[in-house]
């Protein structure tokens, strides 16, 4: 029995771009950047929209403005959108599942995107999808995790958030992430987490605060060992690239954070940067997007991840593969 692709588009997509934490009420210099770069194709990561409110009228008015920005509109009549949310999109500020306007929230965020009236998210709880893109030898599958939705709550003390018992995704989110892996045959996957994934250290929202649902992840990666994984992420107003070596794994698991697009951290006089063991560059606090490049050339292709900001600045560049 054959497994359904989602979205499949025998495009073959060599440029993705990626992004997240955009304040709609602030400039937005940064889609004429990304569209100099020629993008096949740009990935929200969340916070896409700021309405800072569980208000769902709120949440509308916040999209609405982000969709008549200028330079969005024309960003997004030349470049295929896809993505997931973040808490604030989502609408409550590091919220989970008993968000009482989750549904309703949901639907304004496929309006946004542009999702199909027939797309399977309309019809079922959750926002996770995949899209895979090209024809056999190129083919490249982005996973978008949902990790809002079904999300347990957290537990934390006076510095944080602290790991606890609890689930990040849900049964139904659980049972179709191991499908995805299980029955794809893309030569890259691309998974698009909200949050990060592979730090342990921050205080701060991350798949560790509920430890075991980031050591089923790392256990369906290790089972399945789908061809060329790596994961990119938002959330956190900086970008970061690290990577954790896992057992059985040829190549260690790479993770590209890039945040902010015009929202970057506040860096006061007492501010100290967080320690991060995985971290395998220098961290960047400016504005930013990611940059997926990848070569198809013979039977092993070739992904480089850059982050890059205004006035065409080259922060820092990794070859994952």
Known sequence: ???????????????????????????????????????????????????????????????????????????????????????????????????????????????????????????????????????????????????????????????????????????????????????SEADVHIIASSIQVLPIEHPYEKWDNLTESRRKLFELIQKYQPKNTFIISGDRHHAEFMELKLNGMEQPLFEATSSSLNKPLNRDSTWVEEANKYRIRSAIYQENYGLIRILWQGENPSVMVDIKGVDNQHFMSHKVF
């Open 1 to 183: 029995m054959s497994y359904p692709v989602e979205h499949p588009n025998d495009q073959v997509v060599s440029t993705i771009a990626f992004g997240s934490c955009n304040d709609q009420n602030r400039p937005q210099p940064m889609w004429k950047q990304i569209l100099q770069q020629n993008p096949d194709l740009f990935v929200w990561l969340g916070d896409n929209v700021y309405p800072d409110s569980e208000n769902l009228d709120d949440i509308m008015v916040a999209y609405r403005k982000q969709l008549s920005n200028p330079d969005y509109k024309t960003f997004k009549s030349q470049v295929p959108i896809i993505g997931i949310w973040d808490d604030h999109d989502y609408g409550v500020n590091d919220g989970g599942k008993h968000f009482r306007n989750k549904g309703e929230s949901k639907d304004f965020l496929l309006q946004f995107l542009g999702v199909d009236e027939e797309d399977s998210r309309h019809f079922r709880a959750g926002a996770y999808t995949s899209y895979t893109y090209g024809t056999p030898g190129k083919t490249v599958r982005i996973i978008l995790i949902d990790t809002r939705y079904f999300r347990d709550n957290l537990k934390r003390n006076k510095e944080g958030y602290i790991p606890t018992v609890g689930d990040m995704l849900g049964l139904s989110q659980w049972s179709w992430l191991e499908n995805q892996f299980k029955h």
